[in-house]
């Protein structure tokens, strides 16, 4: 949580904003491992991380998957807006804006955050307790959009 001050002197407790991203190249996902050090350490996720204070979103997006897998994005689409304050596993409340994009040329590589990153076909995720927080929700929820007429963005809990 962040603690902010108003402008009539009062405080409040906020929420977190942050990106996940679903990064597409042939039919597959792009997902990161964490570092050990991290929360949920360990396990596979999306891309993503916090939207910087000068930041829009998907400068946001851009900057995170090119930090923790070397690749450029293009064609970003806003699958979901996920404001659940019970998100699963993490320490913080945290509102995820959960995009899709196709990844392009890879110019760089992982950051410290990622130990490992690996593309994945739809039908050979990991298993859902290998995933970090509600990722794997996020994962089936855009399968579902791409077999079904869903509406986007998604708004609410995963």
């Not at 949920?40 to 916090?50: I, N, Q, S, Y």
């Not at 409340?93 to 760089?108: H, T, Y």
């Not at 593309?119 to 929820?141: G, R, T």
Request: net charge negative.
């Amino acid at each position: 949580m962040i603690t902010c001050t108003f402008e009539d002197g009062g405080t409040s407790s906020l929420r977190h904003a942050v990106i996940d991203g679903i990064v597409l190249k042939d039919a597959k996902i792009l997902l990161v491992k964490r570092a050990e050090t991290l929360l949920e350490g360990g396990k596979w996720a999306l891309v993503g991380g916090f939207v910087g204070r000068d930041e829009q979103l998907a400068e946001a997006l851009q900057r995170e998957i090119f930090e923790e897998t070397g690749y450029r994005v293009s064609n970003i689409t806003l699958l979901a807006i996920n404001d659940n304050p019970d998100r699963p596993h993490e320490d913080r409340q945290n509102i995820s804006f959960v995009f899709f994009c196709d990844a392009g040329k890879q110019e760089g590589e992982s950051d410290w955050e990622v130990t490992d990153k690996q593309w994945f076909s739809f039908d050979e995720l990991p298993k859902e307790e290998e995933v970090a927080f509600d990722h794997y929700q996020a994962i089936q929820l855009y399968i579902r959009y791409k077999k079904e007429a869903v509406s986007l963005p998604v708004l609410g809990g995963l």
